[in-house]
């Protein structure tokens, strides 16, 4: 079926840098994706969401960019604090999830 | 506040037992979803409903079952719990029109022994 999947497993940054999280995927039909944020114990956290008809969207210290060429998303965060410290997942929801990228920040 | 809510965190079931974990939600939401997560495998879509009585096979229905019987209300039956169902299971719902974001429950950990 079709999918939606994570570059890498874990990613591991110093606090106060930007990080860069990618996710690939495989529906070119696909117009509606969500970035979640799921930290230990807890359920899946919305983030910021985008449309298909967009490249890039801003919110509060997070981007995401759409290349539908490429059929690429990746969520960058600016000035990681260790609060950021979770697994972060991208999702259109029928499509289903990757396995998520693991976020540790360094103090 | 919205609201998703699953009736355990946690359970212990045995080989064989039937198996109900429920989810309500509050945000008259039209679809609902049950998941279920596993180390390295990330979020895997067992069931879904876009309305009352109505029901879709996701990725992984096999061993499983859903009840839609009211909007608010979703049921996964496990109908004879296995040890390879162990797992965290998450339950969503999400409104239909522009802007689908999922609300997720906290999840209801289950260990079949």
């Known amino acids: 079926g079709e999918s939606v999947g994570l570059h890498l497993p874990t990613l591991s940054v110093q606090e106060g840098d930007n990080s860069i999280i990618n996710c690939a995927y495989s529906n070119s039909a696909s117009d509606y994706f969500i970035w979640y944020k799921q930290e230990s114990g807890k359920g899946p956290q919305f983030i910021i969401d985008?449309?298909?008809?967009?490249d890039k969207r801003q919110g509060q210290r997070v981007t995401v960019l759409l290349n539908k060429t490429v059929k690429h998303l990746s969520l960058q965060i600016a000035a990681t604090q260790p609060g950021d410290s979770a697994v972060y997942f991208c999702a259109e929801i029928r499509s289903g999830f990757g396995p998520g990228t693991s976020l540790s920040v360094i103090p | 506040d919205v609201k998703v809510t699953q009736s355990s965190r946690y359970l212990v079931k045995r080989t064989g037992e039937k198996v109900f974990l429920e989810c309500v939600q509050d945000?008259?939401?039209?679809?609902m979803f049950w998941y279920r997560q596993d180390p390295g495998l990330g979020l895997r879509l067992i069931y879904f409903?876009?309305?009352?009585?109505?029901?879709e096979k996701g990725d992984i229905p096999e061993g499983y079952s859903v009840s839609r019987e009211k909007k608010e209300r979703f049921s996964l039956i496990l109908e004879s719990a296995s040890t390879n169902q162990t797992s965290m299971y998450l339950c969503a719902s999400s409104s239909t029109g522009p802007n689908t974001e999922a609300f997720f429950g906290q999840g209801t950990r289950l260990t079949v022994v």
């Open positions: 409903s876009y309305d009352v009585k109505m029901k």
């Open positions: 985008i449309r298909s008809n967009m």
């Open positions: 945000m008259d939401h039209e679809n």
